[in-house]
Protein backbone atom coordinates (compact mmCIF):
# COMPACT_ATOMS: atom_id res chain seq x y z
CA UNK A 1 0.00 0.00 0.00
CA UNK A 2 1.49 3.51 -0.89
CA UNK A 3 0.76 6.57 1.01
CA UNK A 4 1.47 9.95 -0.01
CA UNK A 5 3.04 11.94 2.87
CA UNK A 6 4.51 15.43 1.73
CA UNK A 7 5.52 15.00 -1.77
CA UNK A 8 6.17 11.46 -1.99
CA UNK A 9 5.00 8.13 -2.42
CA UNK A 10 5.85 5.86 0.57
CA UNK A 11 5.21 2.42 1.42
CA UNK A 12 2.71 1.77 4.36
CA UNK A 13 5.42 0.76 6.63
CA UNK A 14 7.34 3.76 5.84
CA UNK A 15 5.28 6.26 5.77
CA UNK A 16 6.14 8.50 9.14
CA UNK A 17 5.77 11.99 10.37
CA UNK A 18 7.36 14.06 12.88
CA UNK A 19 6.41 13.96 16.71
CA UNK A 20 6.68 17.82 16.43
CA UNK A 21 3.75 17.47 13.94
CA UNK A 22 1.40 19.95 15.77
CA UNK A 23 -1.32 17.40 14.46
CA UNK A 24 0.23 15.01 16.34
CA UNK A 25 0.43 17.27 19.18
CA UNK A 26 -2.35 19.36 19.39
CA UNK A 27 -4.62 17.76 17.14
CA UNK A 28 -4.20 21.00 14.62
CA UNK A 29 -5.21 20.26 11.43
CA UNK A 30 -7.99 19.48 9.27
CA UNK A 31 -9.34 15.71 6.91
CA UNK A 32 -11.77 14.69 4.83
CA UNK A 33 -12.98 11.24 4.17
CA UNK A 34 -14.00 10.51 0.56
CA UNK A 35 -15.46 7.45 -1.33
CA UNK A 36 -14.53 6.08 -4.59
CA UNK A 37 -17.00 4.28 -6.71
CA UNK A 38 -15.92 2.27 -10.04
CA UNK A 39 -12.98 4.08 -9.85
CA UNK A 40 -14.81 7.55 -9.42
CA UNK A 41 -13.99 9.43 -6.80
CA UNK A 42 -17.35 10.61 -5.35
CA UNK A 43 -18.36 14.07 -4.93
CA UNK A 44 -14.82 15.03 -4.69
CA UNK A 45 -15.69 18.88 -5.65
CA UNK A 46 -17.82 19.27 -2.50
CA UNK A 47 -15.33 17.54 0.05
CA UNK A 48 -12.16 19.66 -1.34
CA UNK A 49 -14.40 22.67 -1.33
CA UNK A 50 -15.28 21.66 2.45
CA UNK A 51 -11.13 20.77 3.58
CA UNK A 52 -10.56 23.85 2.33
CA UNK A 53 -13.26 25.52 4.06
CA UNK A 54 -11.73 23.91 7.46
CA UNK A 55 -8.61 24.94 6.56
CA UNK A 56 -9.32 28.61 5.98
CA UNK A 57 -11.34 29.14 9.00
CA UNK A 58 -8.14 27.68 11.00
CA UNK A 59 -5.74 29.96 8.67
CA UNK A 60 -4.15 26.44 7.63
CA UNK A 61 -2.89 27.55 4.22
CA UNK A 62 -2.92 24.00 2.32
CA UNK A 63 0.39 24.03 0.01
CA UNK A 64 -1.52 22.79 -2.61
CA UNK A 65 -4.58 24.40 -5.37
CA UNK A 66 -7.23 22.42 -5.69
CA UNK A 67 -6.49 21.05 -8.99
CA UNK A 68 -3.01 20.17 -7.71
CA UNK A 69 -4.59 17.87 -4.47
CA UNK A 70 -6.97 16.58 -6.71
CA UNK A 71 -4.24 15.31 -9.13
CA UNK A 72 -2.41 13.78 -5.64
CA UNK A 73 -6.06 11.78 -4.55
CA UNK A 74 -6.60 10.46 -7.95
CA UNK A 75 -2.67 9.98 -8.81
CA UNK A 76 -2.89 8.30 -4.69
CA UNK A 77 -6.06 5.97 -5.85
CA UNK A 78 -4.17 4.78 -9.19
CA UNK A 79 -0.86 3.88 -7.38
CA UNK A 80 -2.90 1.40 -5.23
CA UNK A 81 -4.79 0.00 -8.25
CA UNK A 82 -8.31 0.72 -6.41
CA UNK A 83 -11.42 1.24 -8.23
CA UNK A 84 -13.31 0.84 -4.75
CA UNK A 85 -11.98 2.63 -2.01
CA UNK A 86 -12.20 4.66 0.91
CA UNK A 87 -9.64 8.02 0.96
CA UNK A 88 -8.63 10.39 3.76
CA UNK A 89 -6.77 13.28 3.35
CA UNK A 90 -4.70 14.69 6.20
CA UNK A 91 -3.64 18.79 6.54
CA UNK A 92 -1.91 19.28 9.90
CA UNK A 93 -0.31 22.33 10.78
CA UNK A 94 3.11 20.54 10.56
CA UNK A 95 5.93 20.31 12.61
CA UNK A 96 6.94 22.84 15.19
CA UNK A 97 8.56 22.83 18.81
CA UNK A 98 6.47 21.69 21.28
CA UNK A 99 4.99 25.25 22.39
CA UNK A 100 1.42 26.17 20.88
CA UNK A 101 2.50 28.77 18.65
CA UNK A 102 1.39 27.85 14.77
CA UNK A 103 4.25 30.11 13.45
CA UNK A 104 6.74 28.39 14.31
CA UNK A 105 5.46 25.32 11.96
CA UNK A 106 6.42 26.14 8.67
CA UNK A 107 5.63 23.58 6.09
CA UNK A 108 1.77 21.90 6.79
CA UNK A 109 1.95 18.07 6.61
CA UNK A 110 -0.10 16.73 3.81
CA UNK A 111 -0.88 12.99 3.60
CA UNK A 112 -3.08 10.87 1.60
CA UNK A 113 -4.20 7.70 2.35
CA UNK A 114 -6.43 5.34 -0.15
CA UNK A 115 -7.26 1.80 1.15
CA UNK A 116 -9.70 -0.84 -0.01
CA UNK A 117 -12.84 -0.49 2.10
CA UNK A 118 -13.96 -1.72 5.92
CA UNK A 119 -17.59 -0.57 6.41
CA UNK A 120 -20.47 -1.96 8.18
CA UNK A 121 -21.51 -5.48 7.60
CA UNK A 122 -24.14 -6.31 5.03
CA UNK A 123 -25.91 -7.90 8.39
CA UNK A 124 -25.88 -4.43 9.29
CA UNK A 125 -27.68 -2.84 6.49
CA UNK A 126 -30.18 -5.58 6.05
CA UNK A 127 -31.33 -5.49 10.07
CA UNK A 128 -30.37 -2.20 11.33
CA UNK A 129 -28.14 -0.60 14.06
CA UNK A 130 -28.97 -0.01 17.75
CA UNK A 131 -28.30 3.84 18.75
CA UNK A 132 -27.61 4.92 22.44
CA UNK A 133 -28.33 9.00 23.63
CA UNK A 134 -24.73 9.99 24.66
CA UNK A 135 -24.14 12.58 27.23
CA UNK A 136 -21.41 14.11 25.48
CA UNK A 137 -22.73 16.71 23.99
CA UNK A 138 -22.15 18.33 20.19
CA UNK A 139 -19.42 21.31 20.72
CA UNK A 140 -21.84 24.78 20.57
CA UNK A 141 -21.00 26.35 17.36
CA UNK A 142 -20.34 29.10 18.91
CA UNK A 143 -17.62 28.16 20.59
CA UNK A 144 -15.94 25.86 18.07
CA UNK A 145 -17.65 25.47 14.63
CA UNK A 146 -18.87 22.03 13.76
CA UNK A 147 -18.29 22.68 10.01
CA UNK A 148 -14.65 22.60 10.71
CA UNK A 149 -13.44 19.23 9.74
CA UNK A 150 -10.21 19.47 12.21
CA UNK A 151 -8.29 16.78 13.94
CA UNK A 152 -9.77 17.33 17.30
CA UNK A 153 -12.58 14.41 17.36
CA UNK A 154 -12.68 14.17 21.03
CA UNK A 155 -16.01 14.75 21.69
CA UNK A 156 -16.80 12.08 18.67
CA UNK A 157 -14.41 9.62 20.41
CA UNK A 158 -15.60 9.91 23.47
CA UNK A 159 -19.66 9.56 22.12
CA UNK A 160 -18.04 6.53 20.44
CA UNK A 161 -17.05 5.34 23.85
CA UNK A 162 -20.21 6.31 25.61
CA UNK A 163 -21.83 4.26 22.66
CA UNK A 164 -19.97 1.04 22.86
CA UNK A 165 -20.02 0.83 26.88
CA UNK A 166 -23.78 0.63 26.18
CA UNK A 167 -23.23 -2.05 23.72
CA UNK A 168 -25.10 0.01 21.16
CA UNK A 169 -23.89 0.18 17.53
CA UNK A 170 -23.35 4.13 16.99
CA UNK A 171 -24.14 6.83 19.63
CA UNK A 172 -27.18 9.81 19.06
CA UNK A 173 -25.59 12.76 19.81
CA UNK A 174 -27.31 15.85 21.62
CA UNK A 175 -26.11 19.55 21.60
CA UNK A 176 -26.12 21.60 24.59
CA UNK A 177 -30.19 21.99 24.76
CA UNK A 178 -30.66 18.50 24.07
CA UNK A 179 -32.24 18.90 20.45
CA UNK A 180 -30.91 15.80 18.35
CA UNK A 181 -27.97 16.73 16.13
CA UNK A 182 -26.05 13.84 14.96
CA UNK A 183 -24.04 10.36 15.20
CA UNK A 184 -20.49 9.93 16.13
CA UNK A 185 -19.65 10.66 12.54
CA UNK A 186 -22.96 10.30 10.63
CA UNK A 187 -25.85 12.79 9.89
CA UNK A 188 -29.43 11.61 11.23
CA UNK A 189 -32.47 11.55 10.10
CA UNK A 190 -36.02 10.57 10.86
CA UNK A 191 -39.42 9.63 8.43
CA UNK A 192 -42.85 10.61 10.29
CA UNK A 193 -45.63 10.29 8.21
CA UNK A 194 -44.00 10.04 4.84
CA UNK A 195 -42.00 13.40 5.68
CA UNK A 196 -38.33 12.91 5.46
CA UNK A 197 -36.64 15.24 8.36
CA UNK A 198 -33.34 16.09 9.08
CA UNK A 199 -32.18 18.57 12.12
CA UNK A 200 -30.62 21.84 10.89
CA UNK A 201 -26.82 22.06 11.01
CA UNK A 202 -27.39 25.27 12.86
CA UNK A 203 -28.12 22.84 15.46
CA UNK A 204 -24.63 21.48 15.93
CA UNK A 205 -23.85 18.61 13.12
CA UNK A 206 -21.47 18.82 10.39
CA UNK A 207 -22.98 19.47 7.17
CA UNK A 208 -22.98 16.15 5.87
CA UNK A 209 -21.97 15.89 1.74
CA UNK A 210 -24.03 12.59 1.84
CA UNK A 211 -26.46 14.46 3.63
CA UNK A 212 -26.90 16.83 1.51
CA UNK A 213 -26.59 13.70 -1.78
CA UNK A 214 -29.63 12.10 0.31
CA UNK A 215 -31.73 15.61 0.05
CA UNK A 216 -31.21 15.85 -3.32
CA UNK A 217 -32.05 11.87 -4.23
CA UNK A 218 -35.15 12.14 -1.82
CA UNK A 219 -36.67 15.37 -3.46
CA UNK A 220 -35.94 13.59 -6.91
CA UNK A 221 -38.07 10.53 -5.34
CA UNK A 222 -40.89 13.32 -4.71
CA UNK A 223 -40.80 12.91 -0.84
CA UNK A 224 -41.67 15.52 1.09
CA UNK A 225 -38.31 16.77 3.09
CA UNK A 226 -37.64 19.60 6.14
CA UNK A 227 -34.74 20.72 8.07
CA UNK A 228 -36.53 20.90 11.67
CA UNK A 229 -35.17 20.60 15.51
CA UNK A 230 -36.33 17.25 16.86
CA UNK A 231 -35.90 15.84 20.02
CA UNK A 232 -35.11 11.80 21.19
CA UNK A 233 -38.70 11.44 21.76
CA UNK A 234 -39.52 12.59 18.22
CA UNK A 235 -36.87 9.77 17.44
CA UNK A 236 -38.19 7.19 19.91
CA UNK A 237 -42.05 7.33 18.00
CA UNK A 238 -40.76 7.88 14.44
CA UNK A 239 -41.49 5.72 11.62
CA UNK A 240 -38.51 5.45 10.22
CA UNK A 241 -34.62 6.22 11.38
CA UNK A 242 -31.81 5.96 9.50
CA UNK A 243 -27.60 7.81 9.15
CA UNK A 244 -25.81 8.83 6.26
CA UNK A 245 -21.90 9.14 6.10
CA UNK A 246 -19.27 8.87 3.84
CA UNK A 247 -18.56 5.36 4.95
CA UNK A 248 -22.00 4.09 6.31
CA UNK A 249 -23.66 5.68 3.06
CA UNK A 250 -27.14 5.08 4.12
CA UNK A 251 -27.46 2.96 7.35
CA UNK A 252 -30.91 1.66 8.88
CA UNK A 253 -31.68 2.21 12.89
CA UNK A 254 -33.69 -0.40 14.14
CA UNK A 255 -33.50 0.83 17.62
CA UNK A 256 -33.20 4.12 20.24
CA UNK A 257 -32.71 4.07 24.26
CA UNK A 258 -33.74 0.32 23.89
CA UNK A 259 -37.08 1.56 21.88
CA UNK A 260 -37.82 -0.34 18.78
CA UNK A 261 -38.66 1.76 15.60
CA UNK A 262 -42.08 0.90 14.45
CA UNK A 263 -41.73 -2.73 14.40
CA UNK A 264 -37.97 -3.33 14.67
CA UNK A 265 -37.00 -3.38 11.03
CA UNK A 266 -35.46 -1.18 8.53
CA UNK A 267 -38.25 0.95 6.72
CA UNK A 268 -39.01 0.70 3.47
CA UNK A 269 -38.59 4.46 2.53
CA UNK A 270 -34.85 4.24 4.34
CA UNK A 271 -34.50 0.40 2.02
CA UNK A 272 -35.74 3.39 -1.22
CA UNK A 273 -33.36 5.56 -0.38
CA UNK A 274 -30.32 3.45 0.48
CA UNK A 275 -31.14 1.46 -2.97
CA UNK A 276 -31.14 4.77 -5.22
CA UNK A 277 -28.14 5.97 -3.47
CA UNK A 278 -25.95 2.67 -4.81
CA UNK A 279 -27.27 3.17 -7.72
CA UNK A 280 -26.52 7.00 -8.12
CA UNK A 281 -22.96 5.96 -6.85
CA UNK A 282 -22.30 2.76 -9.40
CA UNK A 283 -23.75 4.75 -12.08
CA UNK A 284 -20.79 6.10 -14.79
CA UNK A 285 -19.91 10.12 -14.55
CA UNK A 286 -20.57 11.25 -11.28
CA UNK A 287 -17.25 12.57 -11.30
N1 LIG B 1 -20.84 14.13 11.16
C1 LIG B 1 -19.54 14.04 11.50
C2 LIG B 1 -19.12 14.54 12.83
C3 LIG B 1 -18.62 13.47 10.62
O1 LIG B 1 -17.33 13.39 10.94
C4 LIG B 1 -19.06 12.97 9.37
C5 LIG B 1 -18.12 12.35 8.43
O2 LIG B 1 -17.51 13.02 7.66
C6 LIG B 1 -20.42 13.10 9.03
C7 LIG B 1 -21.28 13.68 9.96
C8 LIG B 1 -20.95 12.64 7.72
O3 LIG B 1 -20.51 13.53 6.70
P1 LIG B 1 -20.20 13.04 5.24
O4 LIG B 1 -21.47 12.55 4.65
O5 LIG B 1 -19.69 14.25 4.55
O6 LIG B 1 -19.18 11.95 5.33
Not at 111 to 129: K, M, P, R, T, W
Not at 195 to 221: K, M, Q, S
Amino acid sequence: QWIYVNGQFVNKNEAVISVYDHGFLYGDGVFEGIRVYSGNVFQLKEHLDRLYASAHSIRLTIPYSKEELTQIIVNTVRKNELSSAYIRVVISRGEGDLGLDPRNCSNPSVIVIAEALSIYSQDLYENGLKLVSVATRRNRPDVLSPQIKSLNYLNNILVKLESTQSGADEALMLNDQGYVTEGSADNIFIVKNGVIITPPVYLGALEGITRNVIIDVARNLNYQIEERPFTTHDVYIADEVFLTGTAAEVIPVIEVDGRPIQNGKPGEITKHLLHTFRDLVTTAGIQ
